[in-house]
C-alpha cells in the first residue's frame, strides 16, 4: 500500500515536543529520531498549530487509540431502538477517531447495529 509520492510532505515539521528539525515521514506519521515522538502532521497549518491542536484519544485502560485500530467493548451498551443493545466483548474494527458529542469520540461500524459512535471510555485495545 504505502503513500503517493505526491502526498509525500517536502519539508516535515519540527518535533512539537523536543523541536528536533530532523523528523522524517513513516506511512501516515511523522517521526522524531531524537525522542522518538510521533504524530500526524495537520494538513496546511503552522508549525505551531500543528504541536498545540494535537488530540490523544485513550480507551478504558489508558492505552492510545487510533484510527484503523480495532476495540472491543468493556461493557453492556444500550441501543436506542434494539432490544438487545451492544454486549460486553463485542470486536470493533476500524474505529476512526473524530470530535463527537457528548464525549463520542469513535466513529465505527457495529456488525449487526451498523454505524454509530462510541465514547473510548467504554472500549478497550483488542
Known amino acids: 500500500m504505502g ?4 502526498e509525500m510532505i517536502e519539508n516535515p515539521p519540527p518535533c512539537p515536543k523536543c523541536s528536533c528539525e530532523y523528523t522524517y515521514e ?3 506519521l511523522v ?4 525522542c522518538g515522538h510521533e504524530w500526524v502532521p495537520a494538513n496546511g497549518s503552522t508549525e505551531a498549530e500543528a504541536g498545540a491542536g494535537e ?23 444500550k ?19 473524530v470530535d463527537g458529542v457528548d ?17 473510548s471510555s467504554v472500549v478497550k485495545k483488542a
Do not use: W
Open 3 to 6: 503513500g503517493y509520492p505526491h
Open 26 to 28: 513513516m506511512n501516515a
Open 31 to 34: 517521526v522524531c529520531p531524537e
Open 55 to 77: 488530540r490523544v484519544v485513550k480507551d478504558s485502560v489508558g492505552n492510545v487509540l487510533q484510527d484503523g485500530d480495532t476495540v472491543v467493548v468493556v461493557k453492556a451498551l
Open 79 to 97: 441501543v436506542k431502538g434494539s432490544p438487545s443493545g451492544i454486549k460486553a466483548g463485542t470486536k470493533v474494527r476500524n474505529i476512526r477517531l
Open 103 to 119: 464525549e463520542h469520540d469513535i466513529d465505527c461500524k457495529v456488525d449487526g447495529f451498523g454505524a454509530m459512535q462510541l465514547k
